[in-house]
Nanobody, 119 residues
Framework: QLQFVESGGGLVQPGGSLRLSCAAS????????IGWFRQAPGKEREGVSC????????NYADSVKGRFTISRDNAKNMVYLHMNSLKPEDTAVYYC????????????WGKGTLVTVSS
């Protein structure tokens, strides 16, 4: 069974940091580019960041550029999203997704992990 399990979400104060993890199982991670997406209450899902299959190329939404860093460890079947200088507007459910290539179609999604930024 192909699946992702996200973890690392929680409640953090503005200016704080979190590291989200995405554990892949049932498939070989390096077959896919991996994207992180988020969906805030009452808003549509949006792309946050993506990393290529080999990890040599990354991209970021303008809203998180300079604050978030995506990385992957294909040997461990893991993808990470390091989030610094968090803002209340970063509050959302964060999902990882398997893509043919960054900006390409999503083949399958994880179930998400909730990040709440609040004082």
């Amino acid at each position: 069974q192909l699946q992702f399990v996200e973890s690392g979400g929680g409640l953090v104060q503005p200016g704080g940091s979190l590291r989200l993890s995405c554990a892949a199982s049932g498939f070989t991670l390096n077959y896919y580019a991996i994207g992180w997406f988020r969906q805030a209450p009452g808003k549509e899902r949006e792309g946050v960041s993506c990393i290529s299959r080999s990890g040599d190329s990354t991209n970021y939404a303008d809203s998180v550029k300079g604050r978030f860093t995506i990385s992957r460890d294909n040997a461990k079947n893991m993808v990470y999203l390091h989030m610094n200088s968090l803002k209340p507007e970063d509050t959302a459910v964060y999902y990882c997704a398997a893509q043919s290539y960054c900006s390409g179609p999503v083949h399958f999604w994880g179930k998400g992990t909730l990040v709440t930024v609040s004082s």
